[in-house]
């Protein structure tokens, strides 16, 4: 099973400035089958980015997603206020059908 | 508008057994996989079980296989989750979650429900 490992854990930030998420695999994921999430408080996951690079319908084009094989990162270019959550990471599979990282929290500074 | 309306939780004890239901509404429900993920209190994100558009293949992490039974009816647009022998360590919200392949596999989990509250405690 493809073990995924998020960092940093907790990431402190100002808005306006840059954020980079980092998710690193135990093994080769097809970047077809890599997704980000955000998760805010009190709500469900909404998905951000799938295929390591596509945006979800609805996403603001300061999100974006990168990389390829084990290593993979999505960048917020200039925070909003209402970027401040929770990200996990997700390779979606056969055999578990999805394995997700442990989150970063991304918190304002 | 998709939407995915989880009922059932609650309190139960050590043991006891409880069934999840999630209404969908907003597209062709017979189409899609469907699953469940789980969030403890505090915690990540759990893979719990998963189910094809036609319910004939079914998954099930470690945790839970055994005790829990996924299921659906295309006909009610409702997606089921069969709880037994259930212990401390299922305490968790249960999010139903929509795939976007007929097949589990190889599918990104576009929308998800507010998820229920399972609490599992004597």
């Known amino acids: 099973e493809i073990v995924l490992t998020q960092s940093p854990g907790t990431l402190s930030l100002s808005p306006g400035e840059r954020a980079t998420l980092s998710c690193r695999a135990s093994q080769s994921v097809s970047s077809s089958y890599l997704a980000w999430y955000q998760q805010k408080p009190g709500q469900a996951p909404r998905l951000l980015i799938y295929?390591?690079?596509s945006r979800a319908t609805g996403i603001p084009d300061r999100f974006s997603g990168s990389g390829s094989g084990t290593d993979f990162t999505l960048t917020i270019s200039r925070l909003e206020p209402e970027d401040f959550a929770v990200y996990y990471c997700?390779?979606?599979?056969?055999?578990?059908?999805?394995?997700f990282g442990q989150g970063t929290k991304l918190e304002i500074k | 508008e998709v939407q995915l309306v989880e009922s059932g939780g609650g309190l139960v004890q050590p043991g006891g057994s409880l069934r999840l239901s999630c209404s969908a509404s907003g597209f062709t429900f017979s189409s899609y996989a469907m699953h469940w993920v789980r969030q403890a209190p505090g915690k990540g994100l759990e893979y719990v079980s998963a189910?094809?558009?036609?319910?004939?293949?079914?998954y099930y992490a470690d945790s839970v296989k055994g005790r829990f039974t996924i299921s659906r009816d295309n006909s009610k647009n409702t997606l089921y989750l069969q709880m037994s022998s259930l212990r401390a360590e299922d305490t968790a919200v249960y999010y139903c979650v929509k795939g976007q392949t007929r097949g589990y596999s190889y599918g990104k989990f576009d929308y998800w429900g507010q998820g229920t509250l399972v609490t599992v405690s004597s």
């Open positions: 295929g390591a690079s």
């Open positions: 189910i094809s558009s036609n319910g004939g293949s079914t």
């Open positions: 997700q390779q979606y599979g056969s055999s578990p059908p999805a394995t």
